[in-house]
């Protein structure tokens, strides 16, 4: 067990969100923001942003690791910047006015192409569709659910095809 894996979460704590210069074995050196550290494997997840804009992430095996050199603390920009690159990107939010008229045409788009939908849920949110597949909010092909393959492929394709019409 080497000195990094020696150390405590709380230790590693002080390493997230500054710049360090990993050295790992076999000299190989690792430049990046500090992500997080795995507290049982004590591997170093970090983050660099080259000229691209593209994120690139390495994750940095504990056992490998033989020094860390503290280079520059993160400011509150890249604070923020590390913090959303797991994040979700947002999402479109519809009012509950606009889901229920979104769920209400795909509905009734369905039954009049003879497929079969009920609505479940306690609030009758989710579409249910020949019992075999879900549809939930906001009622995109992104939201079909099934372990049918066929039928989540289908009626996705439906779907899309659908939206694209009410473009």
């Known amino acids: 067990m080497n000195d990094w894996q020696r150390k405590s979460p709380l230790d590693w704590q002080g390493y997230v ?10 000299k190989h050196e690792y430049e990046g923001w500090v992500l997080t550290v795995d507290p049982i494997s004590a591997n170093i997840v970090l983050a660099s942003f080259p000229e691209n804009g593209k994120v690139v992430i390495w994750v940095v095996s504990g056992h490998a ?7 520059k603390e993160a400011d509150e920009e890249m604070k923020q ?8 990107e947002e999402s479109n939010p519809y009012s509950p006015e606009e889901l229920e008229k979104r769920k209400n045409g795909l509905k009734t788009w369905l039954e009049a192409n003879h497929i079969p ?13 020949a019992g075999a597949l ?3 909010p906001p009622y995109g092909p992104e939201e079909c659910s099934s372990s049918n393959e ?3 492929s289908r009626v996705q394709s439906l779907i ?4 694209e019409k009410q473009l």
């Open 17 to 26: 969100d500054k710049q360090v210069k990993v050295t790992a074995a076999e």
């Open 65 to 71: 690791v033989q020094e860390v050199q503290i280079l």
């Open 81 to 88: 910047r590390l913090s959303c690159i797991f994040a979700p």
């Open 117 to 129: 939908v009920t609505e479940q849920g306690v609030s009758g949110e989710t579409l249910c569709v």
């Open 134 to 136: 879900t549809i939930e």
């Open 150 to 152: 066929i039928i989540l």
């Open 160 to 163: 899309q095809g659908y939206l």
